[in-house]
C-alpha cells in the first residue's frame, strides 16, 4: 500500500529533509503590516525577527483553509497514494487540525489525522520519524505506533526574552505579563500536548540559558535535537556546542517559523528532544 506523508508548516522541518523523504507540507498563513504570507513566501524568518518589535500593528496568524488541504489529499490519491497520514500542530492552540480533518471526511479511510500535541520539532520529529518508516517499508499500524513512540519521548522547551508576544497570543494573563515585562523576567516554558507549562523564570537571560541547559542536560543520551532560536542564531550554535551528551542523529539548528514566533516573539531560545 502505498503511503504518503502530510503536515503543516509548523513542524519546522528543514526543505533538504521534506525533499529528501517526500513529506508533503502545507503553509500556514501570516499577515504582517496588512500584507498576507504563505508561511515560507515571500518574507524570510531573519526580516520578520528584524521587523516584529516595530511592526505597527502585532501580525496575525491563521491555518491554511481546509480548501488547500483538499488539494493537497487529491492530487496524491490521483497519483496513486492509498494511504495518508497527515500529522499537525495540537487542536488546543490552532484550528490547523480541524482544517485538516475537514478536508480529510471527503476521502473516508484513505486519510488518517492525527494531532500530535507538538509544535516546531515537537512536531517535526514526529513526522520525521514516519516519513522514515514508510521509506522503510512499514506498515500502517507500525507507523502509527512509531508516531505514537516519538510522541511520548519528544520535550519541547523554550526560554523567552520577553512576555509580551505571549500576552498578545493569549497564552498567559493581562497583568502577569504587565508584570513579567515590568521585571524584565525570562519565562521558561515546555508545550506539552498541546498545553504550554511554567517551568519557571529568571532575572537575567544568561540565567535562563544555564536553567535551559540544565533541563536539556537531565534529558540523558538523545535520540534527535534541535536547538530553536527566533533570530538568535549564535546563541544557538554557542549553546550546542556546550551541550555534551551524545544524539544518535546530528543536531539541527533551526530559526522557528514566523507563525510560531509571532506568539514567542525574537530572541527566543529553546530545544525540541527525543530520548532514547
Not at 488547500?68 to 499537525?88: A, D, N, P, T
Not at 489525522?113 to 507538538?118: A, R
Not at 537531565?218 to 549553546?239: M, P, S, V, Y
Amino acid at each position: 500500500m502505498k503511503t504518503a506523508i502530510v503536515t503543516d508548516s509548523t513542524a519546522d522541518i528543514p526543505e533538504v529533509l521534506t525533499q529528501a523523504l517526500q513529506i508533503h507540507v502545507v503553509p500556514n498563513l501570516i499577515v504582517m503590516n496588512g500584507q498576507s504570507y504563505e508561511d515560507g513566501k515571500g518574507l524570510t524568518r531573519e526580516d520578520f525577527y528584524r521587523f516584529l518589535p516595530t511592526s505597527k500593528n502585532p501580525p496575525t496568524t491563521s491555518a491554511a483553509p481546509f480548501g488547500k488541504y483538499r488539494q493537497v489529499y487529491q492530487k496524491l490519491i490521483e497519483q496513486g497514494i492509498q494511504h495518508i497520514i497527515s500529522i499537525h500542530a495540537p487542536s488546543q492552540l490552532s484550528g490547523i487540525f480541524n482544517a485538516a480533518c475537514t478536508a480529510a471526511q471527503e476521502f473516508g479511510e484513505h486519510i488518517q489525522v492525527i494531532d500530535s500535541g507538538q509544535i516546531t520539532l515537537g512536531l517535526g520529529f514526529q513526522v520525521l520519524a514516519a516519513a522514515e518508516a514508510v521509506a522503510n517499508g512499514a506498515s500502517l499500524k507500525t507507523i502509527t505506533e512509531i508516531i505514537n513512540d516519538v510522541r511520548k519521548r519528544v520535550r519541547v522547551v523554550a526560554l523567552l526574552d520577553t512576555l509580551e508576544y505571549v500576552r498578545r497570543s493569549g497564552r498567559v494573563s493581562w497583568a502577569r505579563a504587565r508584570l513579567g515585562n515590568f521585571l524584565q523576567i525570562k519565562p521558561v516554558v515546555e508545550l506539552n500536548e498541546g498545553n504550554v507549562f511554567s517551568l519557571g523564570e529568571s532575572r537575567t537571560r544568561n540565567k535562563g540559558i544555564r536553567r535551559l541547559m540544565e533541563l536539556l542536560i537531565k534529558q540523558g543520551n538523545l535520540e534527535r535535537l534541535a536547538i530553536l532560536h527566533t533570530n538568535a542564531e549564535q546563541d544557538a550554535r554557542q549553546f550546542l556546542t556546550e551541550f555534551t551528551s551524545t544524539v544518535s542523529t546530528e543536531p539541527m539548528i533551526v530559526n522557528v517559523t514566523t507563525v510560531i514566533g509571532t506568539h514567542v516573539g525574537p530572541n527566543g531560545l529553546g530545544f525540541a528532544a527525543v530520548t532514547k
